[in-house]
């Protein structure tokens, strides 16, 4: 159980106030699975306030159902993994988590019919495009978060991340790679559903053709390919098209990482940093920040501000607070 505890002085935000959000109606996306090579659909379905992102996972046996949480969780080296991965599991979510989070969706329930998620083409691009076509539907809960209240840090060798205090949602993510076309990469800004789209969204994942090939070998990334990757041989990019920016490699890193934050259950008002981060150390933060409940608080808008604000504005339009919420998300 974490503290909740009274909270006052909420400096303003500037944020858009918002009740909690799902989907207007149903979406299917289809595509192959990046690992399999095989067919791979999902179906995106609108769901009631306070039931976050739950996917069903169609098995031998029926549907297994699994709450995108960061406690479900359970392997991060190629991409991140929900739930058991010999038998339910669900693999590359962290590019639908990116879309959810990034365009301000709070509750969906996703019905995919195999173990992968379809790569599109590699970044979250596709999945937005089925937001914007359906478009969002505001429910009538409050939308809740977690507010960061003291930095919690994780270190592994030369690789670090951190989440601090700070009055919104802020990303500030640093790559290095011994690689000519890449080297050192940094791009920080505040996550809002237009930069998002604009400047996120479209960025694809990546890797040299060296690896691929050893991936083969082992029976991974069996789809990939130039149309949902960007390879690297060498200091060339083998893409006819180049790349969609010069930095579209920690664009990408900084899109995989607000999907796999995201796996908090609830917005982080926070800022988020890291340094040669992945998969990997964006869930070893996640447990770390929850292994410290005075780290945090849940916090949501506060009734009496948004009911001030339409009366004066016209329409509810700006945060002025926040206050601590009656209850807490799922999170632990």
Same mark, same amino acid.
């Given at each position: ?5 009274n ?11 918002? /009740? ?6 149903? @979406?299917?996306?289809?595509g ?24 069903? /996972? ?23 993994v ?30 995919i ?12 691009e ?16 409050? /939308? ?25 949602? /802020? ?13 050192r ?5 505040? #996550? ?14 990546? !890797? ?5 090939e050893?991936?083969?070998?082992? !029976? ?14 060498g200091?060339? @990019? ?23 934050l995201? #796996? ?8 988020y ?10 869930h ?49």
């Amino acid at each position: 159980m974490y503290q909740e505890r009274n909270y006052k002085g909420w400096k303003h935000m500037g944020m858009r106030v918002e /009740r909690q959000t799902t989907l207007a109606d149903s @979406v299917t996306l289809n595509g192959i699975g990046v690992h399999s090579g095989g067919p791979a659909s999902i179906t995106l379905h609108p769901a009631d306030a306070n039931s976050g992102i739950v996917f069903h /996972r169609s098995t031998k046996t029926g549907y297994v159902e699994t709450k995108a949480n960061w406690q479900q969780v359970s392997a991060t080296s190629l991409c991140t993994v929900l739930g058991d991965p010999h038998e339910s599991g669900i693999s590359t979510v962290e590019h639908l988590m990116a879309a959810l989070r990034g365009m301000g969706v709070d509750n969906v329930t996703a019905y995919i019919d195999g173990p992968e998620m379809p790569i599109m083409d590699g970044s979250s691009e596709a999945f937005v495009e089925a937001i914007d076509r359906v478009g969002l539907k505001s429910l009538g809960a409050k /939308r809740r978060y977690i507010r960061i209240k003291e930095k919690v840090r994780y270190v592994s060798g030369d690789q670090w991340c951190e989440l601090n205090p700070f009055d919104g949602t /802020r990303f500030d993510i640093t790559i290095d790679f011994d690689h000519a076309k890449i080297g050192r990469q940094q791009l920080s800004f505040d #996550l809002t559903p237009d930069y998002f789209r604009e400047n996120i969204s479209r960025a694809r994942t990546f !890797g040299s053709v060296q690896d691929v090939e050893k991936l083969w070998k082992l !029976g991974f990334a069996m789809g990939s390919s130039l149309e949902n990757s960007i390879a690297l041989d060498g200091e060339r @990019v083998l893409n006819p098209e180049g790349t969609r920016w010069s930095d579209e490699f920690v664009r990408h890193k900084s899109l995989d990482a607000i999907g796999d934050l995201s #796996l908090a259950g609830l917005p982080i008002l926070g800022e988020y940093r890291s340094y040669k981060g992945g998969h990997r150390m964006n869930h070893c933060i996640l447990v770390e920040l929850f292994k410290r409940p005075e780290a945090f608080e849940i916090v949501e808008a506060d009734a009496a501000l948004e009911e001030r604000h339409s009366r004066e504005k016209g329409h509810a339009e700006l945060i002025g607070g926040l206050q601590v919420a009656a209850f807490g998300p799922d999170v632990s």
